[in-house]
């Protein structure tokens, strides 16, 4: 019996029966996995659920950044430290999850992540002025728990659905990013304006996370590791293997590298984004500068929010949808569309900063079309490490491309910006606060590029990978070869042999 028939953490819901079990039913994927149709769209609901509270809960930070800023008084170095500590803690246990994942019951592995990181998250509202380090230690805390949720949903997913189905509820859970980011920037800066204290922002996820809990404990059931692609006798292979193996997969590696840009990207928006609208307001003169205790003006958040939210959704929705009609031309659709969205972001990214302190309603409107075109590579990035990876191994997968996205992608941009920022003013005017963080956020533009450099070399491979983790037989598994008519299992040796 395999590692995953066997799973010794809470085994008696490890995985659903398979499809001998007796609640089998006629729908293929139903009979595979285990778990009913409505059950199964039940699940993704959750999960959906729980990654727009994830992002909500991350960007809840960005989204009253002037005001911590303020408060404590720190500079923009120290500022970007605040997303770089949590990413750090977030994708060095990725691969500590992402071992848990493929070998345990996942339900509650997320469930004791979630519940962890609402704790810390509410403990991080009480921090005091004088303990800054404080904040930064509870921010670091919070990406323990959320390591534990992204690297095994997206595999829950991919034991429900297989193909277009598949395509489809990954594209219903990565609308959550967007959804979940822009309500982060919303309700951190209108909670922060109507009770005049930024702490109260922190303190809205962390109740939201009790009922995800609930949800998961009560909804989500495990389905069979693989079953549904007709792979339910893999055996699980060695942590060294599993890495071994992915370092071989160049459309795994570089369609991973190309999202590190994306990462880079969106991590130096997401956090400077809303500071840099309301810097070039204060410069241009259309708000007033945040001083002493005063509360600082949240609009820019609201409205950065706002768009991020809407773009989030068209930018996913129409990535699936222009990827799922390029594939009836060709099996390379999916790594080129990527490219595309890169590439097409990259000059609207660098005309809505150069235009900035000209033009407000010029900046948005950039700011539309480069979110836009960034948010089309969520949900096919995704697909593309699920049908290039083999089951077992997805779990795996999903953390290493955590660790290296966010090593070298938003671990450390948005905390770059800030220290190019700081090193790039002159004086502390109103002039070079705005003007040093323009000149750093320009990175971001040219790294769009490179980004979409690789998925372009992802296309070169994506057939040849995707045929070899579809028709993939682990060594020393017996395959099936016909004997007077008859089936026998002989060993892959003696058939080489």
């Known amino acids: 019996v395999s590692g995953l028939d066997s799973a010794p953490l809470f085994s008696d819901d490890s995985e659903a029966e398979g499809p001998n079990g007796p609640d089998a039913q006629q729908h293929p994927e139903e009979e595979a996995s285990g778990v009913s149709r409505v ?18 809960d991350r960007f809840t930070v960005a989204g009253v950044l002037p005001d911590i800023e303020q408060y404590f008084g720190i500079d923009d170095g120290n500022s970007g430290l605040l997303q770089t500590v949590f990413i750090c803690s977030y994708m060095f246990l990725a691969p500590f999850f992402g071992y848990l994942g493929d070998r345990y019951n996942r339900k509650y592995i ?12 509410l403990a991080s509202s009480y921090t005091p002025k004088e303990h800054f380090w404080a904040l930064l230690l509870t921010r670091g805390l919070v990406g323990v728990g959320e390591a534990s949720y992204s690297t095994i949903a997206p595999t829950i997913i991919a034991d429900l659905y297989i193909k277009e189905k598949r395509t489809n509820m990954l594209s219903l859970f990565y609308f959550a990013i967007p959804v979940g980011s822009g309500l982060g920037y919303i309700v951190g800066s209108q909670v922060s304006s109507a009770t005049k204290d930024w702490h109260s922002a922190l303190r809205v996820t962390p109740g939201l996370g009790l009922v995800a809990v609930v949800l ?29 193996e992915l370092s071989r997969n160049c459309s795994f590696i570089l369609s991973t590298l190309g999202f590190t840009a994306v990462a880079f990207v969106t991590g130096s928006l997401a956090l400077w984004a809303p500071t840099f609208l ?4 204060v410069f241009t003169g259309q708000k007033p500068p945040c001083v002493d205790e005063a509360q600082c003006s949240s609009s820019d958040s609201l409205i950065f929010g706002i768009i991020t939210v809407i773009t989030g959704l068209l930018g996913v929705a129409s990535g699936v949808q222009v990827s799922r009609q390029l594939r009836k031309k060709t099996a ?20 809505a900063i150069v235009c900035a302190q000209t033009s407000t309603v010029a900046t948005y409107i950039f700011i539309f079309l480069g979110e836009t075109f960034l948010s089309m590579n969520w949900a096919i990035v995704a697909d593309i490490l699920l049908y290039v990876v083999v089951p077992t191994r997805r ?7 955590i660790v290296v996205s966010h090593l070298l992608g938003d671990a450390g941009s948005p905390s770059l910006i800030g220290v190019f920022s700081d090193s790039l003013r002159k004086t502390d005017s109103f002039l070079w606060q705005f003007r040093s963080l323009q000149i750093s956020l320009l990175l971001c533009s040219f790294v769009a590029v490179v980004g ?23 060594s020393g598994e017996p395959i099936v070869v016909p004997k007077s008519g008859r089936s026998a299992h002989v060993s892959v040796s003696s058939v080489l042999i």
């Open 39 to 56: 059950r199964a769209v039940l699940i993704v609901l959750t999960l959906c659920y729980i990654n727009l509270l994830n992002y909500m």
């Open 110 to 121: 997320m469930s004791a992540g979630i519940l962890f990181w609402s704790s810390v998250t």
């Open 216 to 244: 998961l404990l009560f909804v989500v059931q495990e389905p069979k590791r693989g079953a549904v692609e007709a792979r339910s006798d893999m055996h699980q292979t060695s942590w060294l293997t599993d890495l071994r």
């Open 278 to 281: 309301y810097r070039a307001a």
């Open 332 to 351: 390379r659709a999916d790594p080129l569309v990527c490219a595309a969205g890169l590439l097409l972001s990259a000059p609207f990214l660098y005309l």
């Open 395 to 401: 779990s795996t997968a999903e953390a290493l491309q």
């Open 452 to 474: 979409g450099a690789f998925f372009l070399f992802t296309a070169l491979f994506i057939e040849k990978d995707r045929n070899r983790a579809e028709k993939y037989i682990p």
